[in-house]
Structure formats: C-alpha cells, structure tokens
C-alpha cells in the first residue's frame, strides 16, 4: 500500500530517527496537494493555511497511529477533510449562520479573493457545487479538481467504489442543471 518513499518516512517519524527531516520531507511531499484539498472545501486561502497547519499537526501528532493498511495520503486527506468540515461548522456556529449561509457568504467573498484566479465560468461551477450535499460535493472535488482516482477516494472517504460513483454521477447531473439556469452565465 505504502510507497518507498511513505514507508522510509513513516517509519523515522515513528522510530523518532530525524523526525524534524521526516516530517519536513512529509510536509514537502503533500503540502501541494493538500492546500489545493482543503481550498477546494474553504474557498479562503487564509483559513485554508489555517487548516492545513492544523492537519500537518495531527499528523504529526498521530503517526504512531496510522496503521499503514491505506495510502499515507489517502489517511492524511482523511484527516485534512475532517480538519475542514469542523472548521466550517465551528466558523458557522460562531458566525451564528447555518453551513449553507456559510458557503454562500464563501462563494461571495471567493469573487474578491486576490488568490482566486477563476472567471464567471468558475465562479458559478463553485456556486453550483456548493449546492451539493456534502458527500457528493467532496466526491466531485476529489474527482474534478484534482483527478483522484475512485479507487483513492473511496479509501480517503471510507465508502465502497460503487457508491462514490454513483455519488459523482449524481453530483454531475445537478451541477449540470444549475448550470444550465444559472443566469450569470445566460447574461
């Protein structure tokens, strides 16, 4: 399951052989990856520096943990996910508003955010995904945006390929209806 590499840091962050050089070999390895993850669930790039830094944290923390039976990855976009769904309720909680008023705000803001580099196009396909349900809006994520296979994606969300797909085709099909009405792309 575990690449060469993932298996040579693993076992020094578990050894505590160099863990400081493992863990920054860690971080270098998925903290591409893993931003563009959790910025895909944000929209923010500071919260999602904040949520990052969180999850290199637990994994750090909880390495002795992993059980390497899945892809370090796959474990550590379990974790980053997790860091990212609490991190929206919390913000919704304190902000008093429910997590689609959330995602809305989100999308508003994601118009005037420097580091969003998207057209009307984009900007309504993120307007379409957040109308998802949560499980199919992290599916077609982890799909779309940063071409996961489904295999990979069952295992970093736990769920049989089977339902992911149907998951993804179901995604598919709404995101192509609220586009097809979305008035900003009609104007």
């Known amino acids: 399951m575990l690449t060469d590499k993932e298996r040579e ?3 020094k962050l578990k050894e505590n052989k160099n863990p400081d050089a493992a863990f920054q070999e860690l971080v270098n390895l998925y903290k591409e990856p893993l931003y563009w993850h959790i910025r895909n669930i944000l929209k923010n790039h500071e919260d999602t520096h904040d949520v990052l830094q969180n999850t290199f944290i637990k994994v750090f923390k909880y ?17 980053a996910t997790n860091e990212s769904i609490t991190f929206l309720n919390k913000k ?3 902000l008093n508003i429910s997590n689609q008023e959330l ?10 955010d420097t580091y969003f580099e998207g057209d009307k196009i984009q900007l309504a396909l993120q307007r379409a995904i957040a109308q998802l349900p949560e499980k199919q809006k992290q599916v077609f994520n982890m799909k779309y945006f940063q071409d996961l296979k489904y295999k990979e994606i069952a295992e970093i969300l736990e769920i049989s390929e089977g339902a992911l797909k149907s998951n993804y085709h179901h995604a598919v099909k709404k995101i ?3 586009l097809q009405h979305d008035q900003t792309l009609i104007d």
Do not use: C, G, P
């Open 9 to 11: 840091i693993v076992k």
């Open 63 to 79: 390495i002795k943990n992993f059980k390497e039976e899945s892809k370090l990855y796959s474990w550590m976009y379990r974790i």
């Open 92 to 94: 919704a909680k304190k």
């Open 103 to 112: 995602q809305d705000h989100l999308l508003t803001n994601l118009e005037s």
């Open 176 to 178: 192509k209806i609220f």
